[in-house]
């Protein structure tokens, strides 16, 4: 039989339009979105129909389409999943977690009307960074504070508007490249600075910055290699030393931290990072860092130092293309005002509560987990628990690692690295995707970051279903 290619074999938009269950879809996707669906999903059809062989769908099967299309289509694409790839701050999987209180304050921020620029006292306008500006300064010491969307532009900001088309002297030993192979000599550029090298790779001394000034030199600055560490034969130039330099010329001593923590780390038993306040303290008139690192706040790159040179900073027109907005304000707000409780951090910041997360309590989770992802998975797969190092992540104390533990799973059999990414690739697919890391021919699930058991728990029988 000759089939009558002139007749089209698909019902009309508006015969499947008329069908119960595409009319059941108005109301949750709205009657323009399905009468959309509807037509894309005969189009796709239709490109097919001059094929040779080809079987065109009957209308239930293309009212199947519509529905999942619709689905699809209306489903985020930003999702929460269980971070256990050992990595805290990971940048791929959102950095900083917020607090409770951050949370139901950016909430707020969303739902209401809110003193964002307007200063409540006189009742005229306010400036939005007077909302952090204070505590900012009591956490660290300085003179003024303002904030922009994260550090890199925090830096390119400072740069702009105090050393433009002038030079920056900075060590060459402290050129760092940040993710996305985005470079400080870039960011200088960007920023229509002319950067000044000195010293070596792994040794730069005092005279090195002293034979660099001149009548253009508008600043010295040192950047804190926080994302890798150079060992052996190095010498760098302290802070002081810089700062008395620096001033010793009348020029401003800028020092970009990166992470910045606000505390001392070594108290609750982490590696030391340089610590905002302490850099004030020994002369820096402007420091930068991040908010989403180990501030355990939201994205923003936060700027302190001397009034003057904050004053200046805000009047620049870079600035309001930078600035956050009320979102970020809020969640920042709350995170600092946590660290006036100190007693209460690890309650209250989830950053310091996981990456200070005692081992017995990680060791015993693991243990109770342990069998049940081993019943899960079946007599193919090993499951056991061993000790793994966690790390900070986002460039924060790079060739310092935590104790922490980790269900280990591996064939049973044979070593398999398609059937560790095949089985990489399940535990992405369940409800919350499961994000781990394949190392040693074993697929490892580092539990420090794990803090709903249960909710991880309850979806490990679905592995068991296919």
């Known amino acids: 039989m000759t089939i009558n290619k002139t007749a089209s074999p698909f ?167 940040i993710g996305g192979s985005f470079r400080i000599p870039d960011v200088m550029r960007s920023a229509g600075v002319r950067l000044v090298e000195v010293g070596t790779t792994n040794r730069t001394h005092p005279v090195d910055y002293q034979r660099a000034i001149g009548q253009n030199t508008a600043a010295l600055m040192k950047v804190h290699t926080s994302n890798y560490k150079i060992n052996g034969f190095v010498a760098e130039v302290s802070e ?48 930068t860092f991040s908010g989403d690192k180990l501030l355990g706040g939201p994205q923003a790159g936060l700027i302190v130092g001397k009034k003057a040179l904050i004053d200046r900073i805000k009047r620049h027109p870079m600035k309001r293309a930078l600035r956050v907005s009320k979102l970020t304000l809020a969640a920042l707000e709350a995170t600092l005002l946590a660290y006036r409780n100190p007693e209460h951090l690890l309650r209250d910041v989830p950053t310091l509560r996981l990456l200070t997360r005692p081992l017995a309590q990680i060791e015993a989770l693991a243990a109770r987990l342990q069998p049940r992802l081993s019943e899960a998975l079946g007599a193919a797969w090993r499951v056991e628990v061993m000790p793994v190092a966690s790390q900070v992540g986002s460039g924060s104390l790079p060739v310092d690692v935590i104790p922490s533990m980790a269900l280990a799973i591996s064939p049973a059999e044979a070593k398999s690295g398609t059937a560790l990414n095949a089985l990489a690739t399940r535990l992405r697919e369940l409800p919350v995707p499961v994000i781990g890391r394949i190392a040693d021919n074993r697929l490892l699930l580092d539990l420090r970051c794990l803090e709903e058991e249960e909710a991880f728990a309850g979806q490990i029988e679905l592995l068991g279903a296919k």
């Open 11 to 177: 019902p009309s938009v508006d015969r499947v339009a008329r069908s119960a269950q595409v009319q059941a879809l108005f109301d949750p996707y709205g009657r323009t979105a399905v009468i959309e669906a509807i037509r894309a999903v005969i189009e796709s059809y239709r490109i097919h129909f001059a094929e040779p062989g080809y079987q065109a769908p009957d209308e239930e099967e293309i009212v199947r389409q519509v529905a999942s299309r619709l689905k699809q289509r209306g489903t985020f694409a930003l999702r929460r999943v269980f971070n256990l790839t050992g990595t805290v701050l990971h940048t791929n999987l959102g950095r900083a977690l917020l607090s409770e209180r951050a949370v139901e304050h950016v909430g707020m921020a969303m739902r209401e009307a809110c003193n964002l620029e307007f200063d409540l006292d006189s009742g005229g306008r306010g400036e939005r960074d007077s909302l952090v500006e204070e505590v900012l300064t009591e956490l660290t010491g300085a003179e003024a504070a303002t904030v922009v969307n994260n550090n890199a532009a925090a830096v390119l900001l400072v740069l702009a508007a105090l050393a433009y088309e002038k030079e920056v002297v900075l060590s060459r030993g402290e050129l760092v490249e």
């Open 240 to 287: 002081p030393e810089v700062a008395d330099i620096a001033h010793a010329h009348g020029l401003p001593f800028l020092i970009d931290l990166g992470a910045g923590s606000l505390i001392d780390l070594t108290a609750y038993g982490l590696p030391k990072e340089p610590i905002v306040r302490d850099t004030i303290a020994v002369g820096a008139d402007i420091v």
